[in-house]
């Protein structure tokens, strides 16, 4: 019996279980503070705040930012509704503008026709690995005084024009959770160049409290990251780059064998990104049949995402969106289908993903 091929799994050496630094602490704090210094090292900030989730960041970016009631935040719907949510929780409104179909992130054409009196933020989600274009993005957001944050979740270590993603915003929101920097639980990162806005994180994050102070200065969360999670977070930062460069092979060979088909549409590098391809995302005919074939053959793949969050009853009954509010994303809604593209599969699995996909529209064709 073929193994089954998993969409995920946890990609962890020997060394990596190893909890001794729990144990030899100087500080309780010591494996989020060093994650943190390597991490905004990393992607080139001077800051970098460890929070329990990527949800938790984009939340703490807009309370730390005073996005609030009465404010809007311009974002994007074909992604995961933790990012509008973040957005309610804050007590702003999302306004949704549609994507580009090329890339499947944030179209800057449509950004100026959004922008209210009450715009404070935009929120470029880079999808799947792939950086939004940030520079018209990031003009039209200096032309009204916005704040640009970044949703980085899918794109850990991904670059936009030789930058990495999440350092050109007021702040860049990570999720470790399942991701292709992933810390085998919860986890997410906050970025800022910004001293004041690292100072606020730091507060909101701890009861309001700046660390070893019993005074609350500010209405306070709950929301920092756990020390054995920073410390798997390290030893996967330490290989990301390497991991990220097997997942473009992957990506590569998925792209070779199925270039010539009629039924799939592969996903484009655009000229100023290099795509980490946390999810190798194409658009197929007859999506959710493809879906179910792979897995009667053994192979799992996933959806990102089949609802898009106007769609979903929280929003449509809350705005009263309609179907047909945002026609590119609708459509790439029905089609997309995440292929795997963790860096510990084998060669020969992906060729047997790929020669799968052809002999289902073969067969499926007469
Ligand atoms: C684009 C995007 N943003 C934010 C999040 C939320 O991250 P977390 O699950 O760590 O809260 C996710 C989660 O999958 C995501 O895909």
Redesign the pocket.
């Known amino acids: 019996v073929a193994t089954r091929i998993k969409y995920w799994e946890p990609d962890l050496d020997e060394s990596s279980l190893d909890l001794s630094p729990l144990m030899n602490r100087r500080s309780p704090l010591d494996q989020c503070t060093m994650f943190e210094k390597e991490f905004a090292k990393f992607i080139g900030t001077e800051y970098a705040v460890a929070v329990g989730?990527?949800?938790?960041?984009?939340h703490l970016s807009l309370v730390a930012c005073n996005v609030g009631p009465g404010d809007e935040v311009v974002t994007v719907p074909n992604?995961?509704t933790?990012?509008s949510d973040a957005i309610l929780w804050a007590g702003a409104t999302p306004v949704f503008i549609d994507i580009q179909e090329k890339d499947f992130n944030m179209d800057p054409d449509r950004l100026e026709e959004a922008i209210t009196k009450r715009t404070k933020a935009i929120l470029p989600?880079h999808?799947y690995g792939q950086p939004a274009d940030l520079d018209p993005i990031c003009e039209v957001g200096e032309k009204h005084g916005l704040i640009v944050i970044e949703?980085v979740?899918?794109s850990a270590g991904a670059l936009y024009k030789g930058k990495r993603a999440g350092s050109a915003g007021t702040t860049g929101?990570f999720?470790?959770?399942?991701?292709n920097l992933s810390v085998l639980g919860?986890?997410?990162m906050i970025t800022t160049n910004v001293a004041k806005i690292d100072e606020t994180l730091r507060m909101l994050r701890h009861f309001g409290r700046r660390d070893g102070s019993s005074y609350q200065e500010v209405l306070g969360y709950r929301y920092g990251m756990s020390e054995l999670h920073a410390m798997i977070g390290r030893r996967q930062l330490s290989k990301l780059d390497e991991r990220n460069l097997k997942r473009r092979e992957i990506a590569g060979m998925y792209s070779r064998t199925l270039q010539n088909s009629n039924e799939v549409v592969l996903p484009v590098e655009m000229d100023y990104a290099r795509h980490v391809y946390c999810h190798y995302v194409v658009r197929a005919k007859r999506r959710d049949d493809l879906r179910s074939y792979l897995l009667q053959s053994g192979i799992e793949t996933s959806c990102?995402y089949p609802i898009p969050i106007h769609t979903q009853k929280v929003y449509a009954s809350r705005f009263g969106f309609e179907e047909g509010a945002y026609p590119i994303t609708e459509k790439v809604a029905r089609e997309v289908v995440s292929l795997p593209t963790r860096p510990n599969l084998r060669e020969c699995q992906v060729e047997t993903i790929a020669r799968r996909i052809l002999e289902f529209y073969a067969s499926h064709n007469q």
């Open positions: 989730s990527g949800s938790a960041a984009i992604t995961c933790a990012v989600v999808m949703d979740a899918q929101c999720s470790f959770s399942g991701k919860l986890g997410g990102h």
